[in-house]
């Protein structure tokens, strides 16, 4: 079947107990209730820490084909996950799901796991390098499955996603289970993505560094969902969880499009007191944010709120007044940690409050513009950020589709051409975020308004950026580099790309 | 049937789908999920303003039949319930279960709705006065339900008690939907109660008199869980809401009991630093926070967490470093709301998190001590707060019986005469607290400790309090008031206890 963003969908897949295809972006309206862990009983003054991740599995009952869970807080210092699968591994425990809320590259170490059958499933936000590359050769037993922020968080709450087990690095954490990511060696800031899964996963345990007497404040995730603990001597790298504050690029084509993407939104009609952002964490994006500081500054324009994803810049602003307020899913560097814990304006929320888009409204509804990344849009304003020119898996959707759905103004800024290769093609070769819901596209050499958006188009007239059409912004990158070839493919089906409301929006099929 | 706290059970009880005998404080080991509320879908920039209360009511789609829910954190300044039950009862809705988290004196005013058959069942944690008279009169359709704070925070997760509709009354709320309970002018302090209601309730209302630019922060319930917002000129009167900082009790019989109460636990071999403790908001407690406070300074011991019910000693404690942390779940006087707003180390806590015994652990499982009252306490120890010496219902549940099967040690406090009636009697009227949960009862003529507890009956020998076997304090009593006669009560069911676990520990009988 062909679904409304017009990808070809089986009509079955391995793994997917129906296929339901994209029918636009809020074309699902859902039925039923949420989804509850297991009930629980807890004795008092009972004992949860348990001596060792080996004897942890064994108290949660994992058993062949369960699925299992982890964070992607701790980025590429992450010590969590590889050693718990590894652990599992040693126990001949076989045929897991796994379902992290992302992957990162310092995960590769468990690839000899998913060899010997130990992981025959992924259900996740993505993956590069050496993962991407093994999600994409279809060694898997199943599709993997890609689902963004939000959809996620919707998944593990309808019941889509049901998770036997989450092991929850935690870098503060007490006796009883009560969590937070801001304090300890280990400080990762927000827990957003893990709150999810310790609420809704039948077995929660927490790893911890930093194991500090009852009761640990302020509390990310509460005892009342905490099952286990195991102490570990250390459960991350604190280089590899959090950089200092990255620097403002230099790099003039990023700068170029970062001032570009300024002009957009200082003439959108939503650059006004009050407005709410949320900026991505890519080199132009950040330099836009030095620019939007400087027109809020110029012009006395203050910001409701700011979410992400965070990074110094966001901070400096906070701190200076310019955004009253931060909802903080995940951090970046040591400022935001730092800010998450000492500033009361800097919020911690989860994945759900974020980005679901089958709750009561997550704060991606309530964003008037969001800048986000591209490997390649098409002219229909489809935006993929998973698969290289290649057709390998090399990205993750994060909350690429979540706000771009929820914001009034998503804005793509890409280079025009990447290496030697276009950027806007005819058609993307996979649909992350589908072109309705993006409303501009902005590379150095010129801007492009979805045609839906005639109020933007308007907007942005007489203003002297470089607008033009998405057919002229493409021929400009054709006449530089020529049509790229398209990827041939087998009809082999090795991910599946979920939009947020559980819908198929496309599939990714093996290169040939 | 009889359960094993002795009590007559029927087989079959109106309104309950089955009924489980109690058989023990920690017997039941649940089995299955946790429920979930509706899922929903919330438009990006949707509007959940409401222009009042009754087109609320047709908003929610409430129809003949359903459930609908409030919080009692506004006591009896509560303007909520009564406004929201008048407008219903204007549409003709009938045939509804009420299920507030508790009942105030003020709510008084839906008496005449309740005879006109608009509410024709109760669910709640007790009643005083004509709202006590009424429920133990047998004029409603069902039996009511009498749940723990704990209990009902288990029966809404569990889906026990399902919420079609409730109507939160918010001191402070966002146009999406954010609320804290400390700011506005009818600030409450904690919404402990709120939040599960808020979480699991498939239509949530906000009905504010204090609608403030989004977003709200702190955030007690989020925009996620809710639908529709309704703003009132006034959502109640401080004056009811909250009264100044109590006095201590100047009766002596008061300062005698906490005076041996506090000899109890510092004898009891809990007292020492780290300790954790529940007071109540009674004169005799109020009057034992301060000599506690006293031995503490003393004896150079902090405790590392307070719960409650919030009053003014406790916030005292907790600005003197004498207490490390308070987990909040209801405010009773200004203070304490301040201190909630002001304090980081004073935290709100669910009435889930506080006391629901199918969580993975509520803090009261992390209780040392908690001081009790009584309406009537028996040679087996068991506890009735809930029915008078004429058998009719005159007070609630509230935390008792999570507190006494959490904590080390459950002291009761009480005088032991009640006007001219002994108040240790061979059978409590109505078990709320089963004695097996129950540690030492003080009186100010003399301590009883319970026969199971050898090792308190040890601690506190030498120790010159008046310890007693329970059979002596009780022949104090008769010798000084006579046997009382026992309550003459029909066959016919007029309200139900449900112990914290979902089964039954014993039935209101109507009096003859």
Redesign the interface.
């Given at each position: 079947m062909i679904n409304t963003a017009g990808r070809m969908i089986p009509d079955q897949i391995a793994g997917l107990a129906q296929v339901r295809p994209y029918a636009g972006p809020?074309a699902?309206?859902?039925?039923?209730?949420?989804?509850?862990?297991?009930?629980?009983?807890?004795?008092?003054?009972?004992e949860?820490l348990i001596k060792s991740i080996d004897h942890v599995i064994e108290a949660t009952g994992l058993k062949d084909g369960m699925t299992i869970s982890f964070h992607h807080h701790f980025r590429n210092g992450d010590y969590v996950l590889n050693q718990v699968i590894e652990a599992i591994a040693k126990k001949g425990i076989k045929g897991l799901t796994l379902a992290p809320s992302s992957l990162n590259d310092i995960n590769e170490a468990i690839i000899p796991f998913i060899e010997q059958g130990v992981i025959t499933a992924i259900e996740t936000s993505g993956g590069r390098a050496k993962l991407g590359k093994l999600m994409t050769s279809g060694q898997l037993a199943k599709p993997t499955i890609i689902r963004s922020h939000g959809g996620r968080a919707r998944a593990i709450?309808?019941g889509d996603l049901k998770i036997d087990v989450t092991f929850i690095g935690a870098p503060c954490c007490d006796r009883?289970?009560n969590m937070n990511g801001i304090n300890g060696r280990s400080a990762c800031g927000s827990m957003g993505y893990a709150m999810v899964d310790a609420a809704y996963a039948d077995k929660?345990v927490a790893i911890t560094d930093n194991l500090v007497?009852?009761?640990v404040?302020?509390?990310s995730i509460?005892?009342?969902?905490?099952?286990f603990i195991v102490v570990l001597d250390s459960i991350g790298d604190p280089k590899g969880i959090a950089s200092g504050a990255l620097r403002i690029s230099r790099d003039p084509r990023e700068l170029l499009i970062a001032e570009y993407a300024t002009g957009v939104i200082e003439n959108s009609g939503y650059f006004k007191d009050?407005w709410s952002l949320q900026l991505g964490s890519g080199g132009a994006s950040l330099a836009a944010a030095k620019f939007i500081k400087e027109k809020m500054i110029a012009q006395g324009i203050t910001a409701?709120?700011g979410v992400g994803g965070i990074t110094a810049p966001f901070v400096d602003m906070l701190e200076q007044g310019l955004i009253k307020?931060i909802?903080d899913v995940q951090d970046f560097d040591i400022p935001s940690i730092e800010s998450l814990k000492n500033n009361?304006?800097h919020?911690e929320m989860s994945a759900?409050?974020y980005a679901?888009?089958?709750?009561?409204?997550?704060?991606?509804?309530?964003?008037d513009v969001v800048i986000l990344s591209a490997t390649e849009v098409d002219v229909d304003f489809n935006v993929n950020v998973i698969t290289d020119s290649n057709g390998i898996i090399m990205g993750a959707s994060g909350g690429h589709s979540d706000t771009a759905?929820?914001?009034?103004l998503a804005i793509v800024v890409a280079p025009l051409l990447r290496g030697r290769l276009p950027m806007v093609l005819d058609k993307v070769n996979t649909i992350v975020t589908p072109g309705e819901t993006v409303d501009v596209i902005v590379t150095e050499r010129g801007i492009a308004v979805n045609p839906r958006r005639t109020d933007l188009i308007d907007n942005l007239k007489g203003t002297g950026l470089p607008v033009m059409s998405i057919h002229d912004l493409q021929k400009l990158a054709y006449d530089m580099a020529g049509k790229p070839e398209t990827i041939a493919v087998s009809d082999e089906v090795v991910a599946v790309i979920e939009y947020r409301d559980g819908t198929i929006i496309d599939v990714v099929r093996k290169p040939l």
């Open positions: 809020f699902t309206i859902p039925t039923g209730q949420m989804t509850g862990p297991k009930l629980r009983v807890n004795m008092p003054k009972s949860k709450e309808a009883y289970g929660v007497p009852h009761p404040y302020p509390i509460p005892q009342t969902q905490v099952d009050g409701s709120f307020t909802f009361p304006n919020l759900s409050y679901n888009p089958h709750n009561g409204g997550p704060v991606v509804n309530n964003l759905a929820g914001a009034n």
